[in-house]
């Protein structure tokens, strides 16, 4: 392949490699669809890469037959020494197509496959996503799973509508008319999945289903997070408990926080045992952004007595903040440090502060210290040696100092 010299005009100016799909854009110059797409779309790019003029994302790609057909021959004529032919690309995606995959959704015997092949399109590329998002498939994937809930049952293509709505999220417009139409029953259907007995791909289904909670509540109005009922913590709390994927797991955790800022939320959050769980998350070793959710989280929880108590009950609850100090990010070391305020301030018992020196808590303090951190979290941990210094007077940390 190297050796054969491939027409210049046959190869994409982004990907450098011979055109399956040739497309013109408005400015003229011709690309590789998927290429193209992926320039506009998922880099959100919006000027033409050769002549950097403007290149709205939602400027018309005119198919390049000709080109296409030139491309094939060529590739058919050197077959021998080793080209493949380029197989004509499929047209894409029109509206006629999904309004027709919409109403087979009505019909019992052709909804599963309906739901199914909407679900296969939102994969395959953003052109498609661009399209079912413009005919309204979001908020009929919304309706069908309300409709589920109405009924009380998990019905066939449920999976396939979570999973979809992963891949074409709901415009924030879209999410408020929603709520706007059918109130709370939206938020009650997605938590109705959330505790429903599910056979197969419970686990996917529940996480596909946190990430939808998730669109919903950050698109809507702020007004969603005043509402929410401690059926709707239950739920989540449970659902981290049980098992969840990675991605789900950040989506419930993004949930969680963002309901912190209502002083109501936080006590249905301590009320349904958050606080024990976001510790046995972090005794898991989770990956950064894990870490900084969960203990986000915390520091709000812990900012009541009874979040406070809770973190204490838990056996390796200070063990596991104190090793995450100066170990993940400068603003997990806030968040632990702010939590430690709390603690040492509020719930300082002889045994706490006792915990505080075995587990390392007091000489990790000192090294913070010494590292190159802001000086409010510098004075904050100082305040916390400072306050029960009479206590660790004898500790070799402080003999040290």
């Known amino acids: 392949m190297d050796e054969i010299e491939v027409p210049q005009y046959f190869i994409c100016p982004i990907s450098l490699q011979i055109m399956k799909d040739p497309v013109t854009a408005i400015t003229g110059i011709t690309y590789d669809r998927d290429s193209i797409e992926h320039w506009l779309f998922s880099n959100k790019n919006t000027t033409c890469p050769v002549s950097k003029q403007p ?64 679900e296969l399109l939102a994969a395959e590329n953003q052109r498609n996503k661009k399209c079912l998002l413009e005919a309204g498939v979001p908020k009929a994937m919304i309706l069908f799973i309300v409709s589920c809930y ?63 909670l998730k669109t919903i509540i950050h698109r809507g109005d702020p007004s969603v997070l005043e509402r929410l009922k401690p059926e709707f913590f239950e739920r ?55 870490t900084e959710h969960t ?37 997990v070391d806030e968040k632990a440090i702010y939590v430690l305020s709390l603690i040492s301030k509020f719930s300082a018992t002889k045994m706490v502060l006792q915990e505080m020196l075995r587990v390392g808590t007091v000489s990790k303090l000192f090294m913070l210290l010494q590292a190159d951190h802001a000086k409010y979290i510098k004075d904050k ?16 940390c402080f003999l040290q100092a």
Do not use: Y
């Open 55 to 118: 290149l709205p994302r939602d400027s018309d790609l005119t198919p390049n037959h000709t080109l296409r057909r030139l491309i094939q021959a060529w590739c058919t004529q050197n077959s021998a020494l080793g080209i493949d032919r380029i197989p004509t690309p499929k047209p894409p995606l029109n509206n006629i197509q999904v309004l027709k995959l919409l109403k087979d959704l009505k019909d019992p015997k052709m909804k599963l496959k309906s739901l199914m092949q909407l």
């Open 150 to 212: 109405r009924k009380g049952q998990i019905e066939e293509g449920l999976e396939e509508a979570l999973s979809f709505l992963q891949f074409v999220k709901v415009p924030a417009e879209e999410v408020r008319l929603l709520l706007a139409e059918n109130d709370q029953i939206v938020l009650d259907a997605l938590t109705w999945v959330l505790a429903c007995e599910i056979k197969k791909n419970s686990m996917a289904v529940k996480s596909h289903a946190v990430f939808v």
């Open 236 to 290: 989540i709390v449970k659902v981290l408990r049980c098992g969840i994927t990675q991605q789900g797991m950040s989506a419930a955790l993004r949930v969680l926080l963002s309901a912190c800022s209502w002083g109501r939320n936080r006590i249905m959050m301590v009320e349904a045992g958050a606080v024990f769980e976001l510790i046995e998350i972090e005794l898991g070793a989770p990956e950064k952004r894990i």
């Open 295 to 331: 203990l986000s989280i915390l520091f709000h929880l812990c900012s009541s007595a009874n979040g406070r108590a809770q973190f204490l009950c838990h056996e390796g609850s200070i063990a596991v903040l104190t090793e995450r100090i100066l170990k993940v990010s400068a603003a």
């Open 381 to 396: 941990a100082m305040e916390i040696l400072k306050s029960h210094s009479e206590v660790w007077k004898n500790s070799p």
